[in-house]
């Protein structure tokens, strides 16, 4: 079983970049045709996929979040890492990590919707505020 836990600060200032970890248990993130996500849930609002780190190192970022994205790895740790450069409030959510396994062309699938998610972590909460 796969597991997915979040890890970082909870209150980042405006204009600082957000750092938050992921650490998986109960499987590799190299395993072929395993996505590794980021997604977020505004107060209020719902699920806003921001990206992911794919099986072979691949990232793909949500076109709305553009440049300010960046996920990376560290395969000797097992985790995945997400920066968001120069925050607002607008970033305060629940930030969840999450795992999603196909073999179909990452191009075709869906990315926004929850359910398509296998795994995911419990959340944290990261309030952008000064």
């Known amino acids: 079983q796969v597991q997915l836990q979040e890890s970082g600060p909870g209150l980042v200032k405006p204009s600082q970049t957000l750092s938050l970890t992921c650490t998986v248990s109960g499987g590799s993130i190299t395993t072929n045709y395993y996505y590794w996500s980021w997604i977020r849930q505004p107060p209020g609002k719902g699920l806003e996929w921001i990206g992911y780190i794919a099986d072979t190192g691949n990232t793909y970022y949500s076109p709305s979040l553009g440049s300010r994205t960046s996920i990376s790895r560290d395969t000797s740790k097992n985790q995945f890492t997400l920066q968001l450069s120069s925050v607002t409030p607008e970033d305060t959510a629940v930030y969840f990590c999450?795992?999603?396994?196909?073999?179909?062309?990452?191009?075709?699938?869906?990315?926004?919707?929850?359910?398509?998610?296998?795994?995911w972590g419990q959340g944290t909460q990261v309030t952008v505020s000064s």
């Open positions: 999450a795992a999603r396994y196909s073999a179909a062309d990452p191009r075709l699938l869906n990315w926004e919707a929850g359910v398509v998610y296998d795994y």
